[in-house]
């Protein structure tokens, strides 16, 4: 990898909309966490189930994943399927379609050192499809995009498989998926290959000379969320601040407009200060010094030091030191394999109503029905 490849297209939201934060989140290290391995399981699975699918030659590489479950299982198979589908309407357009799975893609044409890695691209005569697998659920991701002109880390995979595979297909239109399981989420945006090919021209390129010499005006927002300096980011705590000042009207009690005014900023300045006191712990850990505070021993519960031990002495004196509860529906399954727990208990598992939850008018969800929902508690 070269030395400067920090123009990644899964991050290409966050440095089209803030160029210099690039070169800032190329200095930090990468931070692992759980979250990361268990995508990355799951992306394993993925490519696993789908080759297998295209009856290719494959290892299962089950044993060897740490966070595979019966969820993982299902959420793999479900995208494998959906691009096996996608395969056969390909066929429809081309008797031999070219399908990669984790295909690394260069689009360095228009992006210094850019590059990525799809999880699955057909290559038809006149359409291109590109499908992006996540496992993730804090972030609703959509193909189209913030701006409805595709999103950008699928439109730099089809740059970058139209420049490799462009002259073997006559492809005219590129259809961009975002599978996503854990969210109930299965979303397709298509665009013609000229306005892709405008917006990498236009809009990706001259940003991307910005963003890899560092330069341009930094911006906050909800692109914020996986940039590793956002804890300390000037501009997004002026950003967050500037969220906080609200001009009030008159009157001892918010009315439900100025309410409704103040949610949609509510996430964003509780992430923003949830950052700031992870990091300033960390810091704090690390020897830094904040004026006025001081790391102390949190509480704690009491455990036992030998669980073995405990429940022997227990027994020996007559008593049962356990307590039995019947496994959850995700573990009896795993248990039981997910046909056979269909067989013997799918007429025993139901899946009761969502508590309510307030969001935009945007989401696609059905409104609550709240007359339904007294009678129900009646």
Same mark, same amino acid.
């Given at each position: 990898m070269a030395k400067h490849a920090f123009l990644a297209a899964s991050a290409s939201d966050r440095w089209l909309h803030c160029p210099p934060s690039a070169k800032l989140c190329a200095q930090e290290e990468d931070q692992g966490s759980p979250y990361a391995q268990q995508g990355t399981d799951a992306h394993e699975l993925c490519q696993y189930l789908l080759e297998k699918g295209l009856g290719r030659n494959v290892k299962d590489p089950t044993e060897d994943l740490t966070w595979y479950d019966a969820e993982m299982r299902e959420a793999a198979e479900g995208y494998a399927s959906f691009v096996l589908g996608q395969v056969e309407e390909a066929k429809a357009l081309c008797p031999d379609p070219m399908v990669c799975v984790e295909q690394?893609?260069?689009?360095?044409?228009?992006?210094?050192?850019?590059?990525? $890695?799809?999880? =699955?691209?057909?290559v038809a005569d006149d359409l291109l499809y590109i499908t992006d697998f996540k496992y993730g659920v804090g972030c609703l991701v959509s193909a189209s995009g913030e701006d409805g002109t595709g999103n950008s880390? %699928?439109?730099?995979?089809?740059? &970058? =498989?139209?420049? $490799?595979?462009?002259n073997l297909f006559d492809i005219k239109r590129i259809r961009l998926s975002i599978y996503q399981p854990r969210r109930e989420n299965i979303d397709t945006f298509e665009l013609t290959k000229d306005d892709l090919l405008k917006w990498a021209d236009e809009v990706l390129a001259p940003i991307a000379k910005l963003a890899y010499e560092g330069q341009g005006e930094f911006e906050a927002g909800d692109h914020c969320q996986f940039c590793k300096v956002k804890a300390t980011c000037r501009k997004r705590a002026e950003y967050a601040m500037e969220l906080a000042k609200y001009e009030f009207a008159e009157g001892p009690t918010l009315e439900p407009d100025e309410i409704a005014e103040i949610l949609p900023q509510i996430d964003t300045l509780v992430r923003w200060a949830d950052d700031i006191k992870k990091y300033a712990?960390?810091?704090?850990?690390?020897?830094?010094?904040?004026?006025?505070?001081?790391?102390?021993? &949190?509480? +704690?519960?009491?455990?036992?030091?030998?669980?073995? =031990?405990?429940?022997?002495i227990v027994t020996e004196v007559g008593?049962?030191?356990?307590?039995? $509860? %019947?496994?959850?529906?995700?573990?009896? +399954?795993?248990? %039981?394999?997910? +046909?056979?727990?269909?067989?013997? %208990?799918?007429?025993?598992?139901?899946?009761?109503q969502g508590k309510p939850v307030l969001v935009p008018k945007s989401d696609d969800r059905v409104e609550f029905n709240t007359e339904q929902q007294d009678f129900m508690e009646e």
């Open positions: 690394t893609v260069d689009f360095s044409k228009w992006v210094e050192h850019g590059f990525g $890695t799809a999880d =699955a691209l057909i880390q %699928l439109k730099c995979y089809a740059l &970058g =498989a139209l420049d $490799t595979f462009g712990l960390n810091q704090a850990l690390a020897g830094v010094k904040f004026p006025g505070y001081k790391l102390v021993e &949190g509480r +704690s519960n009491r455990k036992y030091t030998d669980e073995a =031990a405990v429940a022997r008593y049962d030191p356990y307590e039995k $509860t %019947l496994l959850g529906i995700t573990a009896m +399954s795993k248990q %039981l394999g997910k +046909s056979k727990f269909e067989e013997l %208990l799918g007429g025993l598992v139901i899946k009761p």
